[in-house]
Structure formats: C-alpha cells, structure tokens
C-alpha cells in the first residue's frame, strides 16, 4: 500500500497504542509462567510473532475481544517446535525467542524476513556457544536462519553491550529458568539502557529477581515466572507516542492542542521524546497522573540530542529537525544502523528527496533544518515501520503531496497509525 499525505493541520485527542517493548516481554515471561493473564496488549504483527512462538514451545495464547491475552505458558520447559520458528520482522522476538529455544533439549530452527536475516546475532550466538549451547547461524555470517540446540544450563559469559540490548533481555529473561543461573559481563559501554530497565521491571512483576552487577547484570536459576494476582497490565507505547506528540508540535492547528492518552510513565527511555520536542520549543504539558500529554505548534528550533538510550527515537527527531531552524545534531547513533533498515542513512536519504540538507556521519547525523519548505515528494518507507511514520509527519508541513510507498508496515508497532492520523485531521489516500 501506498499512502499520500496531503499536507494538513492537526487536532484532537489521541490514545498511544500498548507499549511493544512490555507486550513482547509480557508475552513471554507469560509463556515462561504456567498460567497468566496479560491485559492491554499490543496485538501487532511483531507482538503476534512472539505470541507464536510461545504456542510452538507447547504453550497457548487465547484473544479476547478486549485484547486481553489469556496465555497458557510451557511452565519454563520449552517444547522442541514442531516448525521452524518465523519470527516475521521483529528483531525483539527473535533475540528473546533465541534465548528461550536454548532451554529446549533438542534443535530449534529460527528465521524471519529479509530485513531481520541481514541483521546481527553474532553476539548472541556466541554468548550461548560459550555457555554449552550449539548455536550457529547456517550461512556462518552471524545471521538468521539460526540453528540452536540446547538444554542451556546457565552460567557466567561476558558480551559486547553496543550492538543490541536485546541479546542481554533474551538471556536475562531464560537465565532465570536455568539451573544455574546466568551472570553476564559487558565487554563494552551498554547502548539502548533502558530497554534492559524494561526487561528487569516486567521479571519483577512476574515474581522473577534480576539485578545489575558491577560488571554487567546476574540472574539466579531455578526461579518460577508468576505475575501478582495472576495479571499483568502493559502500558502505554512511547517511541509510538513520539509520532502525535511531533505531529501536533509541528503542525497543530492555530490555538489547538493535541491530547496524547495513555502517557503513564514507565521505564521507557523513549519517554525523552516530551523534553526533546519541549527543548526544541514545542509548548508542551505532561500531566503524568493522568497519561496525558498536550502539545501545541511552536516555531521549533534544532538541538543536539544524544540516542544513545533511545535508538528508536531517531527517525521522529530528523523529521523534527528537518522542520526545524538551524541544525539538529542527533549523535550517538551507529546502533541505530542495526534496525530493520539502516535507519540514519535511510532518514538521509529519504528526506533528501524532500529537500533537506544533512550530514550523515558513522555515529551521527546532522539534519540542517528550516532553510526551506519541505518539499512533497514520493519516498519509500523501506518497509520499516518507524521510517514510515517519521515520513508521514513531514508530509503533513511540506509544501504538496508526499507519497511514502510501502506503508502497510506500520503494523508492526502501530496497527492503525493512519486512521489516527486521519482522527486528528490528516487528509490521506490509500492506493493499493
Ligand atoms: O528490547 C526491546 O524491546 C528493544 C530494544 C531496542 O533494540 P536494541 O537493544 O537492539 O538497540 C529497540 O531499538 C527495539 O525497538 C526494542
Ligand atoms: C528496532 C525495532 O524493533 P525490533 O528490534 O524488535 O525489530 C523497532 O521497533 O524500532
């Protein structure tokens, strides 16, 4: 599908869609219980590649119409699949789900899309070869297909922290099944932080002890998952709520708001999003009682932002910056090279056709906004689903149509990104 944006004003309120970060780990540390309920799910073709994958490893995820997911786990014992496991685009299912096939006694197969194969798992692979498990990647360039064969019994194992900070929730999260345990020592400065605060908080909620050492983060063995009173309730999305917050900074209507729901804090570093768009000048309330946040049009100007903590906030930034005036310098960024795309070339380039200037670097790039108008053009979404939707905010303030081709994506974090658009005021075509 390709989507064509007519530029327009916004207005209105909002509700964020579940966090997917929550909902992968819910759904799991779930499948690792004997029983849970997990509530307010995200149901998106990522979260649904994990639901899968916990149904091949002998469990079952039952839908409500609510989007309460009532899940039979594999009580910490994985079944050998009966099927290769397809973990579709989602890079978070297949870090996690790598982890857990580990403790199976017998071979699982891992794959998913071309995206996600060209993406690394070297690190991982290795953590669990160290560890006793046969762990290869079949075309031995440390990508999926991947082939695993376990049981993994645990124990001590040092890993790179600048690639993904999923390879250290993956085996946090199977560590705590194991006999042993797992204690992980980082070889290098840990990027994308936050994420691991995410993964310690939900195996808190699941009755599950994980801590921070002085040389990396250690889990005992032998523990049960269980949530408090059976339920678990995911919160709000935040990388998915940077898209409304930007989207009414930039192009609210004269003397409107717009109303983000479902903003309760969490431990998502992607929360940063409310002081970079207010440090760039947008006029902006959180009232984090309620979950709300407002936002209204500011003339924004650019800064510096480090994304160090929160990759997945860069493509809303450039398009920030893009509209901006003045340079908006995004650093710490090469982990944000390993996405479903390369999302700092791909942001690049793509704006470049809508006549923004930039200067991309290995670990940065520089977006020199305001210079002139946004221009509507064709871009392609690169079948990533945050590229899509950062492009589609610029649509809204350039100067004609801009088409983005391939945005049927955005159902992996955001099923239903353009209707709320369209809620707000956004004019739009779908053509097949
Ligand atoms: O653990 C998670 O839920 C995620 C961790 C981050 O990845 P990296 O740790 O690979 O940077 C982030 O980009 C991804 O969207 C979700
Ligand atoms: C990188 C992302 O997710 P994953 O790593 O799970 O594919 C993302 O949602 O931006």
């Not at 580990?102 to 070297?122: M, N």
Request: glycine residues 10%; contains cysteine; negative net charge.
């Amino acid at each position: 599908m390709n989507v064509t944006i007519t530029p327009s004003h916004v207005a209105g309120a909002a509700r964020a869609p579940p966090s997917k970060s929550y909902t992968h780990r819910a759904i799991l540390a779930a499948g690792y219980a004997d029983e849970a309920i997990v509530r307010d799910a995200l149901w998106s073709a990522d979260t649904q590649a994990t639901a899968r994958t916990v149904e091949l490893f002998g469990g079952d995820v039952d839908r409500h119409d609510d989007g309460t997911l009532e899940i039979d786990g594999f009580d910490g014992r994985p079944d050998v699949p009966a099927d290769v496991i397809d973990c579709a685009n989602s890079g978070t299912t297949m870090r996690l789900v790598t982890a857990a096939a580990a403790l199976a006694d017998g071979t699982s197969v891992l794959t998913g899309d071309e995206s996600l194969r060209s993406r690394p798992q070297g690190p991982l692979l290795e953590a669990l070869a160290d560890l006793g498990v046969e762990a290869d990647s079949t075309r031995g360039n440390g990508q999926a297909p991947l082939v695993v064969t376990g049981p993994l019994a645990g124990g001590e194992v040092s890993i790179p922290g600048d690639v993904s900070s999923q390879y250290i929730t993956a085996l946090l999260m199977a560590g705590a099944v194991t006999d042993e345990g797992i204690e992980l020592d980082l070889e290098t400065d840990l990027k994308s932080a936050p994420y691991v605060d995410i993964t310690l908080e939900v195996l808190a909620d699941f009755g599950v002890e994980a801590h921070k050492t002085e040389t990396g983060f250690a889990v005992d063995g032998g523990q049960s998952y269980a949530p408090t009173g059976g339920e678990y309730a995911v919160p709000g999305d935040f990388s998915s709520i940077s898209y409304p917050l930007a989207a009414g900074a930039i192009a609210a209507a004269e003397g409107e708001t717009v109303r983000i729901e479902g903003a309760q804090p969490s431990a998502q570093g992607d929360s940063a999003i409310v002081e970079i768009v207010e440090r760039m000048g947008a006029d902006v309330d959180w009232n984090q009682d309620a979950g709300t946040i407002d936002v209204s049009r500011a003339p924004l100007s650019g800064i510096e932002v480090d994304v160090e903590d929160t990759p997945d906030l860069l493509p809303t930034i450039a398009t920030l910056g893009a509209v901006a005036d003045g340079d908006t310098h995004i650093t710490n960024a090469e982990h944000v090279r390993y996405k479903e795309t390369d999302r700092v070339s791909a942001m690049a380039e793509e704006l470049g056709k809508m006549g923004v200037e930039t200067t991309e670097k290995q670990d940065s790039l520089m977006i020199h906004g305001g210079a002139s108008e946004l221009e509507g053009a064709t871009v392609s979404g690169r079948d990533d689903h945050r590229i899509i939707m950062a492009l589609s905010l610029a649509g809204l303030v350039a100067d004609g149509e801009t088409t983005i081709e391939g945005a049927d994506h955005v159902d992996v974090s955001f099923p239903g990104f353009f209707e709320l658009l369209e809620e707000l005021g956004v004019s739009l075509e779908r053509r097949a």
